[in-house]
Protein backbone atom coordinates (compact mmCIF):
# COMPACT_ATOMS: atom_id res chain seq x y z
CA UNK A 1 0.00 0.00 0.00
CA UNK A 2 1.27 3.41 -0.98
CA UNK A 3 0.53 6.66 0.32
CA UNK A 4 1.13 9.55 -1.30
CA UNK A 5 2.06 12.55 0.60
CA UNK A 6 0.21 15.83 0.34
CA UNK A 7 -2.55 17.62 1.45
CA UNK A 8 -5.27 15.43 1.99
CA UNK A 9 -8.36 16.40 0.41
CA UNK A 10 -11.94 17.58 2.93
CA UNK A 11 -13.32 14.11 2.35
CA UNK A 12 -10.05 12.31 2.88
CA UNK A 13 -9.58 14.30 5.90
CA UNK A 14 -13.46 13.44 7.00
CA UNK A 15 -12.80 9.88 6.85
CA UNK A 16 -9.45 10.19 8.73
CA UNK A 17 -11.26 11.82 11.71
CA UNK A 18 -14.02 9.58 11.18
CA UNK A 19 -11.46 6.15 11.59
CA UNK A 20 -8.98 7.87 13.43
CA UNK A 21 -9.36 5.31 16.32
CA UNK A 22 -8.90 2.16 14.25
CA UNK A 23 -5.41 3.49 13.58
CA UNK A 24 -4.93 4.16 17.46
CA UNK A 25 -3.71 0.35 18.09
CA UNK A 26 -1.47 0.68 15.26
CA UNK A 27 0.69 3.94 16.06
CA UNK A 28 0.69 2.91 19.77
CA UNK A 29 2.05 -0.63 18.81
CA UNK A 30 4.75 0.54 16.53
CA UNK A 31 5.48 3.34 18.91
CA UNK A 32 6.17 0.52 21.86
CA UNK A 33 8.34 -0.89 19.35
CA UNK A 34 10.24 2.47 18.59
CA UNK A 35 11.27 2.90 22.35
CA UNK A 36 12.19 -0.78 22.97
CA UNK A 37 14.64 -0.13 20.51
CA UNK A 38 13.40 -2.20 17.55
CA UNK A 39 13.12 -0.88 13.79
CA UNK A 40 10.28 0.10 12.29
CA UNK A 41 10.63 -0.46 8.39
CA UNK A 42 9.31 1.37 6.06
CA UNK A 43 6.86 -1.00 4.86
CA UNK A 44 5.67 -0.93 8.53
CA UNK A 45 4.71 2.72 8.53
CA UNK A 46 3.09 2.73 5.03
CA UNK A 47 0.06 1.10 5.81
CA UNK A 48 -0.85 4.49 8.23
CA UNK A 49 -1.89 6.55 6.12
CA UNK A 50 0.29 9.85 6.13
CA UNK A 51 -1.80 12.53 7.87
CA UNK A 52 -2.30 10.13 10.87
CA UNK A 53 1.62 9.40 10.69
CA UNK A 54 2.52 12.67 10.76
CA UNK A 55 1.08 13.62 14.13
CA UNK A 56 3.24 11.08 15.82
CA UNK A 57 6.47 12.46 16.13
CA UNK A 58 8.00 9.26 17.31
CA UNK A 59 7.01 7.70 14.10
CA UNK A 60 8.14 10.76 11.86
CA UNK A 61 11.96 10.04 13.80
CA UNK A 62 11.28 6.48 12.68
CA UNK A 63 11.04 7.41 9.12
CA UNK A 64 13.63 9.88 9.19
CA UNK A 65 16.05 6.71 10.48
CA UNK A 66 14.55 4.71 7.24
CA UNK A 67 15.33 7.62 5.17
CA UNK A 68 18.95 7.73 6.26
CA UNK A 69 19.42 3.89 6.55
CA UNK A 70 18.23 3.55 2.57
CA UNK A 71 20.36 6.25 1.25
CA UNK A 72 16.81 8.81 0.39
CA UNK A 73 18.80 11.76 1.47
CA UNK A 74 16.25 14.23 -0.25
CA UNK A 75 13.14 12.54 1.57
CA UNK A 76 15.13 12.03 4.68
CA UNK A 77 15.93 15.54 5.13
CA UNK A 78 12.55 17.00 4.38
CA UNK A 79 10.98 14.00 6.96
CA UNK A 80 13.93 15.30 9.69
CA UNK A 81 12.57 19.02 9.35
CA UNK A 82 8.88 18.19 9.80
CA UNK A 83 9.98 16.28 12.60
CA UNK A 84 11.90 19.23 14.10
CA UNK A 85 8.98 21.19 14.51
CA UNK A 86 6.91 18.18 15.84
CA UNK A 87 9.12 17.92 18.55
CA UNK A 88 10.03 21.75 19.37
CA UNK A 89 6.38 21.83 19.72
CA UNK A 90 6.55 19.62 22.29
CA UNK A 91 9.30 21.00 23.52
CA UNK A 92 11.41 17.51 23.75
CA UNK A 93 14.71 19.02 23.88
CA UNK A 94 16.35 15.68 23.36
CA UNK A 95 14.31 14.04 20.64
CA UNK A 96 15.24 17.96 19.22
CA UNK A 97 19.12 16.87 19.32
CA UNK A 98 18.97 13.57 18.04
CA UNK A 99 16.80 14.78 14.81
CA UNK A 100 19.59 17.42 14.56
CA UNK A 101 22.64 14.93 15.10
CA UNK A 102 20.34 13.22 12.13
CA UNK A 103 20.71 16.43 9.98
CA UNK A 104 23.95 16.78 10.61
CA UNK A 105 25.14 13.66 9.77
CA UNK A 106 22.67 14.07 6.40
CA UNK A 107 24.54 17.32 5.29
CA UNK A 108 28.13 14.98 5.27
CA UNK A 109 26.88 13.22 3.12
CA UNK A 110 25.22 15.01 1.08
CA UNK A 111 28.27 17.66 1.16
CA UNK A 112 26.04 20.92 1.77
CA UNK A 113 28.80 22.58 3.57
CA UNK A 114 26.98 25.74 3.92
CA UNK A 115 23.75 24.46 5.72
CA UNK A 116 26.08 22.03 7.55
CA UNK A 117 28.16 24.75 8.93
CA UNK A 118 25.90 25.55 12.08
CA UNK A 119 24.21 22.22 12.93
CA UNK A 120 27.68 20.95 13.03
CA UNK A 121 29.15 23.74 15.13
CA UNK A 122 25.79 23.41 17.51
CA UNK A 123 26.32 19.57 17.64
CA UNK A 124 29.83 20.05 19.15
CA UNK A 125 28.99 22.33 21.68
CA UNK A 126 26.22 20.00 22.55
CA UNK A 127 28.87 17.12 22.24
CA UNK A 128 31.43 19.20 24.68
CA UNK A 129 29.17 20.24 26.95
CA UNK A 130 26.35 17.44 27.62
CA UNK A 131 27.97 14.51 25.61
CA UNK A 132 25.70 11.95 27.94
CA UNK A 133 22.67 13.27 26.54
CA UNK A 134 23.63 12.93 23.28
CA UNK A 135 22.23 10.34 20.29
CA UNK A 136 24.67 8.45 18.36
CA UNK A 137 24.01 10.51 15.50
CA UNK A 138 25.69 13.42 16.69
CA UNK A 139 29.38 11.95 17.28
CA UNK A 140 28.75 9.88 14.49
CA UNK A 141 27.69 13.54 12.36
CA UNK A 142 30.83 14.77 14.26
CA UNK A 143 33.38 11.76 13.13
CA UNK A 144 32.40 12.35 9.08
CA UNK A 145 32.53 16.60 10.07
CA UNK A 146 36.02 16.13 11.22
CA UNK A 147 36.84 13.69 9.00
CA UNK A 148 35.96 16.42 5.38
CA UNK A 149 37.64 19.16 7.47
CA UNK A 150 33.92 20.57 8.14
CA UNK A 151 35.09 21.92 11.77
CA UNK A 152 37.90 23.86 11.31
CA UNK A 153 41.50 23.88 12.35
CA UNK A 154 40.07 24.33 16.14
CA UNK A 155 37.77 21.84 16.10
CA UNK A 156 38.19 20.99 19.58
CA UNK A 157 37.40 17.35 19.12
CA UNK A 158 39.40 13.90 19.22
CA UNK A 159 40.16 11.99 15.97
CA UNK A 160 37.45 10.33 13.85
CA UNK A 161 38.26 7.11 14.93
CA UNK A 162 36.92 7.84 18.75
CA UNK A 163 33.95 9.83 17.83
CA UNK A 164 33.03 6.67 15.38
CA UNK A 165 33.90 4.79 18.64
CA UNK A 166 31.64 7.01 21.19
CA UNK A 167 28.94 6.90 18.55
CA UNK A 168 28.57 2.77 18.48
CA UNK A 169 28.75 2.83 22.01
CA UNK A 170 26.04 5.72 22.63
CA UNK A 171 24.04 3.70 20.31
CA UNK A 172 24.49 0.14 22.50
CA UNK A 173 23.21 2.41 25.96
CA UNK A 174 19.97 3.37 23.82
CA UNK A 175 19.21 -0.05 22.87
CA UNK A 176 19.34 0.29 19.10
CA UNK A 177 21.64 -2.53 18.33
CA UNK A 178 21.01 -2.05 14.47
CA UNK A 179 22.34 1.53 14.31
CA UNK A 180 25.75 0.27 16.48
CA UNK A 181 25.84 -2.46 13.53
CA UNK A 182 25.52 0.87 11.31
CA UNK A 183 27.97 3.23 12.44
CA UNK A 184 30.64 -0.50 13.10
CA UNK A 185 30.07 -1.06 9.08
CA UNK A 186 30.56 2.60 8.31
CA UNK A 187 33.97 2.57 10.28
CA UNK A 188 34.96 0.02 8.33
CA UNK A 189 34.20 1.82 4.86
CA UNK A 190 35.52 4.57 6.17
CA UNK A 191 39.03 3.07 6.08
CA UNK A 192 38.85 -0.25 5.19
CA UNK A 193 42.95 -1.10 5.58
CA UNK A 194 42.99 0.40 8.95
CA UNK A 195 42.00 -3.50 11.11
CA UNK A 196 39.88 -1.16 13.80
CA UNK A 197 37.69 -3.87 14.07
CA UNK A 198 40.45 -5.97 15.81
CA UNK A 199 40.35 -3.21 18.62
CA UNK A 200 39.27 -4.59 21.98
CA UNK A 201 36.28 -2.17 22.49
CA UNK A 202 35.49 -2.99 18.75
CA UNK A 203 35.53 -6.29 19.37
CA UNK A 204 33.29 -6.19 22.42
CA UNK A 205 30.83 -4.56 20.60
CA UNK A 206 30.66 -6.87 17.92
CA UNK A 207 30.37 -9.56 20.64
CA UNK A 208 27.31 -7.57 21.74
CA UNK A 209 25.64 -7.22 18.30
CA UNK A 210 25.93 -11.17 17.96
CA UNK A 211 23.64 -11.06 21.06
CA UNK A 212 21.17 -8.32 20.22
CA UNK A 213 20.73 -7.79 16.69
CA UNK A 214 17.34 -9.47 15.28
CA UNK A 215 17.45 -12.29 13.44
CA UNK A 216 15.48 -10.31 10.38
CA UNK A 217 17.77 -10.66 6.99
CA UNK A 218 18.95 -7.19 7.43
CA UNK A 219 20.21 -7.61 10.94
CA UNK A 220 21.99 -11.06 9.57
CA UNK A 221 23.55 -9.46 6.80
CA UNK A 222 25.15 -7.22 8.93
CA UNK A 223 26.38 -9.57 11.35
CA UNK A 224 28.22 -11.91 8.91
CA UNK A 225 29.26 -8.33 7.05
CA UNK A 226 31.04 -7.04 9.99
CA UNK A 227 32.31 -10.60 11.18
CA UNK A 228 33.40 -10.92 7.81
CA UNK A 229 35.40 -7.47 7.66
CA UNK A 230 33.42 -6.27 5.09
CA UNK A 231 33.89 -9.06 2.65
CA UNK A 232 31.04 -11.40 3.09
CA UNK A 233 29.30 -13.69 0.64
CA UNK A 234 27.28 -11.98 -2.55
CA UNK A 235 24.08 -13.18 -1.48
CA UNK A 236 24.48 -11.72 1.74
CA UNK A 237 25.51 -8.11 0.49
CA UNK A 238 22.38 -7.83 -1.23
CA UNK A 239 20.26 -8.33 1.84
CA UNK A 240 22.31 -4.56 2.77
CA UNK A 241 20.38 -1.20 2.21
CA UNK A 242 21.04 0.23 -1.36
CA UNK A 243 23.53 2.78 0.01
CA UNK A 244 26.12 0.10 1.08
CA UNK A 245 25.40 -3.05 -1.53
CA UNK A 246 26.76 -0.46 -3.47
CA UNK A 247 29.79 0.86 -1.08
CA UNK A 248 31.07 -2.70 0.18
CA UNK A 249 31.43 -3.74 -3.60
CA UNK A 250 33.01 -0.46 -4.56
CA UNK A 251 35.35 -0.09 -1.55
CA UNK A 252 35.76 -3.80 -0.37
CA UNK A 253 35.78 -5.68 -3.69
CA UNK A 254 37.09 -3.23 -5.98
CA UNK A 255 33.42 -3.71 -8.15
CA UNK A 256 31.84 -0.62 -8.90
CA UNK A 257 30.67 -1.59 -12.19
CA UNK A 258 27.28 -0.94 -12.61
CA UNK A 259 26.05 2.70 -11.94
CA UNK A 260 24.19 2.96 -8.57
CA UNK A 261 20.21 3.58 -8.62
CA UNK A 262 18.69 6.87 -8.67
CA UNK A 263 17.97 7.06 -5.26
CA UNK A 264 21.35 7.56 -4.38
CA UNK A 265 22.16 10.44 -6.47
CA UNK A 266 21.92 12.62 -3.45
CA UNK A 267 24.88 10.82 -1.66
CA UNK A 268 28.16 12.35 -2.81
CA UNK A 269 30.25 9.41 -1.49
CA UNK A 270 28.54 6.78 -3.27
CA UNK A 271 28.90 9.28 -6.03
CA UNK A 272 32.74 9.62 -6.09
CA UNK A 273 32.90 5.83 -5.64
CA UNK A 274 30.79 5.47 -9.14
CA UNK A 275 33.40 8.27 -10.70
CA UNK A 276 36.41 7.20 -9.62
CA UNK A 277 35.12 3.45 -11.58
CA UNK A 278 34.51 5.28 -14.76
CA UNK A 279 37.29 7.30 -14.28
CA UNK A 280 39.17 4.19 -14.08
CA UNK A 281 37.24 2.50 -17.41
CA UNK A 282 37.62 5.59 -19.38
CA UNK A 283 41.80 5.55 -18.59
CA UNK A 284 42.09 2.18 -19.44
CA UNK A 285 40.23 2.72 -22.97
CA UNK A 286 42.37 5.65 -23.84
CA UNK A 287 39.24 8.55 -23.18
CA UNK A 288 41.68 11.22 -22.60
CA UNK A 289 39.03 13.88 -22.61
CA UNK A 290 36.29 12.38 -20.88
CA UNK A 291 39.13 11.44 -18.24
CA UNK A 292 39.64 14.63 -17.29
CA UNK A 293 36.28 16.06 -16.81
CA UNK A 294 35.84 12.10 -14.54
CA UNK A 295 38.97 13.67 -12.33
CA UNK A 296 37.50 16.88 -12.10
CA UNK A 297 34.44 15.70 -10.60
CA UNK A 298 36.02 12.75 -8.86
CA UNK A 299 38.16 15.36 -7.22
CA UNK A 300 35.22 17.87 -6.18
CA UNK A 301 33.30 14.98 -4.85
CA UNK A 302 36.29 14.33 -2.18
CA UNK A 303 36.74 17.99 -1.70
CA UNK A 304 33.07 17.50 -0.23
CA UNK A 305 33.33 14.21 1.89
CA UNK A 306 36.47 12.77 3.09
CA UNK A 307 37.94 9.77 4.45
CA UNK A 308 41.29 7.81 4.39
CA UNK A 309 40.15 5.44 1.65
CA UNK A 310 38.70 8.47 -0.34
CA UNK A 311 42.14 9.97 -0.06
CA UNK A 312 44.33 7.32 -1.23
CA UNK A 313 41.74 6.32 -3.83
CA UNK A 314 42.15 9.87 -4.91
CA UNK A 315 45.78 9.65 -5.10
CA UNK A 316 45.91 6.40 -6.91
CA UNK A 317 43.61 7.70 -9.57
CA UNK A 318 46.18 10.64 -9.96
CA UNK A 319 49.15 8.40 -10.69
CA UNK A 320 46.61 6.39 -12.93
CA UNK A 321 46.18 9.58 -14.92
CA UNK A 322 49.61 10.28 -15.12
CA UNK A 323 50.76 7.49 -16.21
CA UNK A 324 48.06 6.96 -19.05
CA UNK A 325 48.77 10.46 -20.12
CA UNK A 326 52.98 9.23 -20.41
CA UNK A 327 52.01 6.73 -22.02
CA UNK A 328 50.24 8.51 -24.50
CA UNK A 329 52.56 11.13 -24.90
CA UNK A 330 55.57 8.34 -25.61
CA UNK A 331 52.75 6.82 -28.28
CA UNK A 332 52.48 10.20 -29.87
CA UNK A 333 56.36 10.62 -30.13
CA UNK A 334 56.45 7.39 -32.39
CA UNK A 335 53.53 8.90 -34.51
CA UNK A 336 54.02 11.70 -37.01
CA UNK A 337 51.58 14.52 -37.58
CA UNK A 338 49.60 14.57 -40.50
CA UNK A 339 50.14 15.95 -43.76
CA UNK A 340 47.89 18.73 -43.24
CA UNK A 341 49.07 19.51 -39.32
CA UNK A 342 52.71 19.12 -41.05
CA UNK A 343 51.60 22.15 -43.70
CA UNK A 344 49.85 23.90 -41.62
CA UNK A 345 52.36 24.33 -38.47
CA UNK A 346 55.90 22.58 -39.32
CA UNK A 347 55.92 20.24 -36.39
CA UNK A 348 57.35 17.30 -35.94
CA UNK A 349 56.50 14.88 -32.65
CA UNK A 350 59.92 15.58 -30.74
CA UNK A 351 62.44 12.49 -30.33
CA UNK A 352 63.71 10.78 -27.84
CA UNK A 353 65.88 11.99 -26.08
CA UNK A 354 69.21 10.71 -23.17
CA UNK A 355 68.45 10.68 -19.85
CA UNK A 356 71.75 12.46 -19.18
CA UNK A 357 69.97 15.28 -21.09
CA UNK A 358 66.76 15.47 -19.46
CA UNK A 359 66.26 19.20 -17.79
CA UNK A 360 65.38 20.39 -14.16
CA UNK A 361 63.23 23.44 -14.68
CA UNK A 362 62.98 26.07 -12.50
CA UNK A 363 60.31 28.08 -12.32
CA UNK A 364 59.94 29.82 -8.97
CA UNK A 365 62.40 32.91 -8.49
CA UNK A 366 63.44 33.23 -12.15
CA UNK A 367 62.96 30.35 -15.22
CA UNK A 368 66.61 28.42 -15.66
CA UNK A 369 66.86 25.26 -16.90
CA UNK A 370 69.53 22.72 -16.13
CA UNK A 371 70.77 19.32 -16.86
CA UNK A 372 72.52 16.07 -15.50
CA UNK A 373 75.85 16.74 -17.16
CA UNK A 374 75.67 20.69 -15.71
CA UNK A 375 75.01 21.95 -18.61
CA UNK A 376 72.80 25.95 -17.62
CA UNK A 377 70.68 27.67 -19.51
CA UNK A 378 68.48 30.86 -19.10
CA UNK A 379 66.03 31.31 -22.10
CA UNK A 380 65.65 34.55 -24.09
CA UNK A 381 62.66 35.43 -25.70
CA UNK A 382 61.91 37.21 -28.96
CA UNK A 383 58.43 38.05 -27.55
CA UNK A 384 57.35 37.28 -24.37
CA UNK A 385 54.52 35.43 -25.37
CA UNK A 386 57.27 32.65 -26.11
CA UNK A 387 58.36 32.29 -22.57
CA UNK A 388 54.77 32.76 -21.29
CA UNK A 389 53.29 29.99 -23.29
CA UNK A 390 56.07 27.64 -22.10
CA UNK A 391 55.60 28.38 -18.69
CA UNK A 392 52.01 27.96 -18.75
CA UNK A 393 52.62 24.40 -20.61
CA UNK A 394 54.75 23.67 -17.24
CA UNK A 395 52.46 24.22 -15.02
CA UNK A 396 49.89 21.94 -16.60
CA UNK A 397 49.21 18.00 -15.87
CA UNK A 398 51.73 15.81 -18.33
CA UNK A 399 52.89 19.51 -19.65
CA UNK A 400 50.42 20.00 -22.33
CA UNK A 401 46.79 21.21 -22.63
CA UNK A 402 44.13 21.81 -25.37
CA UNK A 403 44.46 23.99 -28.32
CA UNK A 404 41.91 26.22 -27.14
CA UNK A 405 42.46 26.15 -23.50
CA UNK A 406 46.18 27.88 -24.54
CA UNK A 407 44.26 30.35 -26.93
CA UNK A 408 41.76 31.44 -24.24
CA UNK A 409 44.64 31.41 -20.96
CA UNK A 410 47.29 32.93 -22.78
CA UNK A 411 46.41 34.89 -26.12
CA UNK A 412 42.95 35.99 -24.34
CA UNK A 413 39.84 37.59 -26.29
CA UNK A 414 40.07 38.14 -29.88
CA UNK A 415 39.55 37.30 -33.95
CA UNK A 416 39.90 33.67 -34.07
CA UNK A 417 41.97 33.88 -37.39
CA UNK A 418 44.19 36.09 -35.46
CA UNK A 419 44.66 34.05 -32.57
CA UNK A 420 45.73 31.22 -34.60
CA UNK A 421 48.56 33.87 -36.78
CA UNK A 422 49.57 34.25 -32.76
CA UNK A 423 49.99 30.71 -31.71
CA UNK A 424 51.83 29.71 -34.88
CA UNK A 425 54.29 32.41 -34.31
CA UNK A 426 54.75 32.35 -30.90
CA UNK A 427 55.05 28.37 -31.18
CA UNK A 428 57.86 29.30 -33.93
CA UNK A 429 59.76 31.48 -31.09
CA UNK A 430 59.70 28.90 -28.50
CA UNK A 431 61.20 26.29 -30.74
CA UNK A 432 63.83 28.29 -32.06
CA UNK A 433 64.85 29.41 -28.68
CA UNK A 434 64.72 26.34 -27.12
CA UNK A 435 66.32 24.58 -30.26
CA UNK A 436 69.51 27.68 -28.77
CA UNK A 437 69.53 25.67 -25.66
CA UNK A 438 70.43 22.21 -27.40
CA UNK A 439 66.74 20.81 -27.30
CA UNK A 440 65.74 19.20 -30.40
CA UNK A 441 62.39 20.34 -31.49
CA UNK A 442 60.53 19.28 -27.70
CA UNK A 443 57.04 21.03 -28.67
CA UNK A 444 54.75 19.00 -30.46
CA UNK A 445 50.94 19.94 -31.96
CA UNK A 446 48.66 16.67 -32.67
CA UNK A 447 45.33 16.36 -32.21
CA UNK A 448 44.25 19.61 -30.83
CA UNK A 449 46.73 19.40 -27.93
CA UNK A 450 49.61 21.50 -27.63
CA UNK A 451 52.63 19.87 -25.35
CA UNK A 452 55.99 19.35 -24.34
CA UNK A 453 57.49 16.19 -24.50
CA UNK A 454 57.81 14.71 -20.81
CA UNK A 455 60.71 12.43 -21.75
CA UNK A 456 63.09 16.02 -21.51
CA UNK A 457 62.16 16.89 -18.60
CA UNK A 458 63.18 15.65 -14.92
CA UNK A 459 61.44 18.01 -12.68
CA UNK A 460 59.60 21.42 -12.37
CA UNK A 461 59.46 23.18 -8.90
CA UNK A 462 56.43 24.03 -9.29
CA UNK A 463 55.28 21.14 -9.79
CA UNK A 464 56.87 19.55 -6.97
CA UNK A 465 55.85 22.17 -5.06
CA UNK A 466 52.22 21.41 -5.37
CA UNK A 467 52.38 17.90 -5.11
CA UNK A 468 54.00 18.31 -1.86
CA UNK A 469 51.51 20.57 -0.74
CA UNK A 470 48.18 18.59 -1.92
CA UNK A 471 49.52 15.17 -0.50
CA UNK A 472 49.72 17.22 2.68
CA UNK A 473 46.76 18.59 2.56
CA UNK A 474 45.29 14.85 2.14
CA UNK A 475 47.25 13.56 4.96
CA UNK A 476 46.37 16.18 7.36
CA UNK A 477 43.01 14.61 9.03
CA UNK A 478 44.36 11.13 9.57
CA UNK A 479 48.25 12.04 9.47
CA UNK A 480 49.62 14.88 10.83
CA UNK A 481 53.43 14.14 11.05
CA UNK A 482 53.32 12.76 7.79
CA UNK A 483 51.17 15.98 6.52
CA UNK A 484 54.06 18.09 8.13
CA UNK A 485 57.40 16.44 6.79
CA UNK A 486 55.63 17.19 3.42
CA UNK A 487 54.75 20.57 4.25
CA UNK A 488 58.11 21.09 5.61
CA UNK A 489 59.95 19.74 2.24
CA UNK A 490 57.25 21.85 0.69
CA UNK A 491 58.05 25.36 2.08
CA UNK A 492 61.78 26.36 0.96
CA UNK A 493 60.61 25.72 -2.53
CA UNK A 494 58.26 28.80 -2.48
CA UNK A 495 58.90 32.28 -3.90
CA UNK A 496 57.78 34.38 -6.70
CA UNK A 497 56.54 32.23 -9.84
CA UNK A 498 57.86 33.07 -13.10
CA UNK A 499 59.30 36.99 -12.16
CA UNK A 500 59.87 37.72 -16.03
CA UNK A 501 56.57 37.50 -16.44
CA UNK A 502 54.62 40.35 -14.54
CA UNK A 503 51.06 41.23 -14.61
CA UNK A 504 49.70 38.03 -16.24
CA UNK A 505 46.37 37.62 -15.67
CA UNK A 506 46.53 33.74 -15.51
CA UNK A 507 49.70 33.73 -13.81
CA UNK A 508 48.52 36.19 -11.43
CA UNK A 509 46.04 33.82 -10.02
CA UNK A 510 48.52 30.57 -9.79
CA UNK A 511 50.41 32.80 -7.75
CA UNK A 512 47.61 33.80 -5.53
CA UNK A 513 47.01 29.93 -4.72
CA UNK A 514 50.62 29.56 -4.21
CA UNK A 515 50.16 32.44 -1.77
CA UNK A 516 47.36 30.40 0.11
CA UNK A 517 48.87 27.15 0.66
CA UNK A 518 52.41 28.17 1.66
CA UNK A 519 50.02 30.42 4.33
CA UNK A 520 47.77 27.16 5.03
CA UNK A 521 51.02 25.18 5.66
CA UNK A 522 52.79 27.72 7.77
CA UNK A 523 49.38 27.42 9.78
CA UNK A 524 48.97 23.76 10.30
CA UNK A 525 52.91 23.52 11.17
CA UNK A 526 52.25 26.18 14.00
CA UNK A 527 49.52 24.25 15.19
CA UNK A 528 51.05 20.90 14.79
CA UNK A 529 54.29 22.31 17.12
CA UNK A 530 51.78 23.94 19.61
CA UNK A 531 49.81 20.06 19.83
CA UNK A 532 53.48 18.49 20.32
CA UNK A 533 54.79 21.59 22.94
CA UNK A 534 57.50 22.48 20.45
CA UNK A 535 57.49 26.40 21.55
CA UNK A 536 60.72 26.93 19.10
CA UNK A 537 59.00 25.44 16.27
CA UNK A 538 55.45 26.32 16.74
CA UNK A 539 57.22 30.37 17.01
CA UNK A 540 58.92 29.93 14.22
CA UNK A 541 56.20 28.88 11.95
CA UNK A 542 54.42 32.07 13.22
CA UNK A 543 57.13 34.09 12.63
CA UNK A 544 57.16 33.00 9.07
CA UNK A 545 53.66 33.51 8.83
CA UNK A 546 53.16 37.04 9.62
CA UNK A 547 56.83 37.89 7.35
CA UNK A 548 54.49 35.92 4.29
CA UNK A 549 51.25 37.73 5.24
CA UNK A 550 52.10 41.19 7.15
CA UNK A 551 48.61 42.37 6.86
CA UNK A 552 46.51 39.04 8.02
CA UNK A 553 45.42 39.77 11.51
CA UNK A 554 44.88 35.91 12.17
CA UNK A 555 48.48 35.35 12.07
CA UNK A 556 49.38 37.97 14.57
CA UNK A 557 46.29 36.95 16.60
CA UNK A 558 48.00 32.85 16.95
CA UNK A 559 51.35 34.87 17.53
CA UNK A 560 49.28 36.71 20.56
CA UNK A 561 47.91 33.50 21.79
CA UNK A 562 51.44 31.19 21.78
CA UNK A 563 53.23 34.34 23.42
CA UNK A 564 50.45 34.51 26.06
CA UNK A 565 50.23 30.32 26.77
CA UNK A 566 54.08 31.00 27.23
CA UNK A 567 53.38 33.36 29.92
CA UNK A 568 55.52 36.20 28.17
CA UNK A 569 52.80 38.64 28.02
CA UNK A 570 55.05 41.30 27.50
CA UNK A 571 56.19 39.75 24.15
CA UNK A 572 52.22 39.67 23.05
CA UNK A 573 52.06 43.61 23.93
CA UNK A 574 55.05 44.04 21.27
CA UNK A 575 53.17 42.03 18.61
CA UNK A 576 49.51 43.19 19.48
CA UNK A 577 51.82 47.12 18.86
CA UNK A 578 53.19 46.22 15.44
CA UNK A 579 49.88 45.17 14.31
CA UNK A 580 48.24 48.03 15.52
CA UNK A 581 50.91 49.86 13.78
CA UNK A 582 50.51 47.99 10.44
CA UNK A 583 46.48 48.72 10.50
CA UNK A 584 47.25 52.30 11.43
CA UNK A 585 49.65 52.86 8.15
CA UNK A 586 47.56 50.97 5.81
CA UNK A 587 44.13 50.80 6.92
CA UNK A 588 43.71 54.14 8.97
CA UNK A 589 41.83 52.23 11.68
CA UNK A 590 42.55 49.81 14.38
CA UNK A 591 42.73 46.33 14.54
CA UNK A 592 39.43 43.93 16.08
CA UNK A 593 37.96 43.99 19.72
CA UNK A 594 38.40 40.36 19.40
CA UNK A 595 42.39 40.97 19.26
CA UNK A 596 42.47 43.61 21.84
CA UNK A 597 40.44 41.33 24.40
CA UNK A 598 43.16 38.87 23.97
CA UNK A 599 45.68 40.93 26.05
CA UNK A 600 43.59 43.07 28.25
CA UNK A 601 40.57 40.81 29.34
Given at each position: ????????????????????????????????????????????L???????????P???????????????????????????????????????????G????????????????????????????????????V??????????????E???????????????????E?????????????????D??R?A?????????????????DD?????????????GG?????????????????????????A?????????????????????????????????????????????????????I???????E??????????????????P?????????????P?????????????????????????????????K????????????????????????V??E??S????N?????????????????????????????????????????????????????????????????????????G????????????????????????N??????????????????????S?????????E?A????????????H?????????????????E?GS?????????L??
Amino acid sequence: MTIERGEPTMEYNGKLSQNADAWTDSVLSLERAILDGRRVSADMLAVIPAAIRNSSPLLLQAECEEGLLQGRLGDAKRLIESALRAFAAQANEQAMLTLMGMLGLLYQQVGDRSDSTPVIDFLRTEWAHSGQACSGFVPWALARALAGGGLGEQGGLTAPEELFQAAAYRFREEGKPLWAAIVMLERLLYDPQRDALADPEWRLLLQWLGRSLDDTSLGEALKETLNAGGKPKDETIELLPARYVYLVNAICFGRANRRPPRSLDDDIEVQFYAAAAELRRGLQRGDDSRARELFQAVEGYAALVSSPEIKRRLIELEELRIQSIREEAAESARTQPDAEEQQKLAEQEPPSVPADRRWRVQLIDGLRFSAADGQVAEPVWKRRKAGELLVYLLLQPAYKANREQVLERVFGEGESAKQSNQLYVTLHDLRHTLREMGMSDPVYVKRGVIGLDEQIIEHVDAEAYMTLSRVGDQLWNDDREAACRLYEEALPLYGQLATELPNVEWLERTREQMLDRQTNMLKRLAIYYTELRDEVKAEQALSEWIGLRPKQEEAYEAMIRHCLAKGHRAEAIGWYKRLERMYEEEFGSEPLEETRRLLWN
